[in-house]
């Protein structure tokens, strides 16, 4: 009888430590975007590439009629593992691309999932974060 409890004690404890000890599940990657300019961005356009494929989202990634005022910043999620995203973002009504950023960037960085930070300032979007690089 006792090896039968000291067995299902250990089972317990092996179970409970698998199951909170693994993290393995895919998460997505943060891209923050942040405005210093001195207009609101009307327009945030998000395309991944992934697995050699460019995924096009041409759409406003922005609810209808919603902006990021000037000094904010919104945070949209991009798919996990993506090696590169091209950023367009626009600052007037019409919703023309007045500035765009290819670029690359690391899922994990060091081991972290760690947020990429687009900031733009009216002529252009630099980026950080996830060993992100613009591609010229």
Do not use: R
């Not at 039968?4 to 997505?28: D, R, Y």
């Not at 405005?35 to 327009?43: A, D, E, Q, V």
């Not at 950023?101 to 081991?111: I, M, N, Q, R, S």
């Not at 687009?118 to 980026?127: D, L, P, Q, R």
């Amino acid at each position: 009888m006792k090896k039968w409890v000291v067995a299902a004690v250990v089972s317990c404890i092996f179970l409970i430590t698998l199951s909170t000890g693994c993290n393995n599940t895919i998460k997505s990657k943060e891209l923050i975007v942040t405005n210093s300019s001195s207009y609101p961005i009307t327009l945030v356009s998000i395309d991944q590439n992934i697995s050699k494929k460019m995924i096009n989202y041409s759409e406003n990634a922005l609810a209808n009629g919603e902006t990021i005022a000037v000094g904010s910043s919104k945070t949209f999620n991009i798919a996990p593992y993506s090696s590169s995203t091209n950023l367009k973002i626009s600052y007037n009504a019409n919703k023309y691309v007045d500035q765009y950023l290819y670029f690359t960037y690391d899922y994990l960085f060091e081991g972290n999932n760690e947020a990429i930070t687009a900031t733009f300032n009216g002529t252009g979007i630099t980026v950080s974060g996830s060993n992100a690089t613009p591609v010229t």
